[in-house]
């Protein structure tokens, strides 16, 4: 099951939505902003920068990041960009599970 096209952030202004109005929340591997939304799904964006390496480094924490959120579900409701740190690239995928459910478990509650 992939990723469709409304469970993704795509435009820079919804980036920066999230950004600006989200809570940051930070861990071992990533940055992560949440806000959340009136959509009932959760959408995903993900800002891998060039501080992470070349192409492939890139397209390799990004293809991570969307097996990590495949797998454990988007937090429904929220809008959640996740900025990878370099250390996303040596942790397994164990490791970048259990410390995703933590992220979770920090969240902001709905209601405010």
Known sequence: MSFRPHERIRRRAEFKQVYERGTRIQSRYSIVFMLPSARGV??????????????????RVKRLIREVFRRNKIADGFDVVVIPKREWLDASLIALEADYRTLLERRPRQGR
């Open 42 to 59: 959760g959408r995903l964006g993900i800002a891998a920068t060039r501080k992470l390496g070349g192409a492939v480094q890139r397209n």
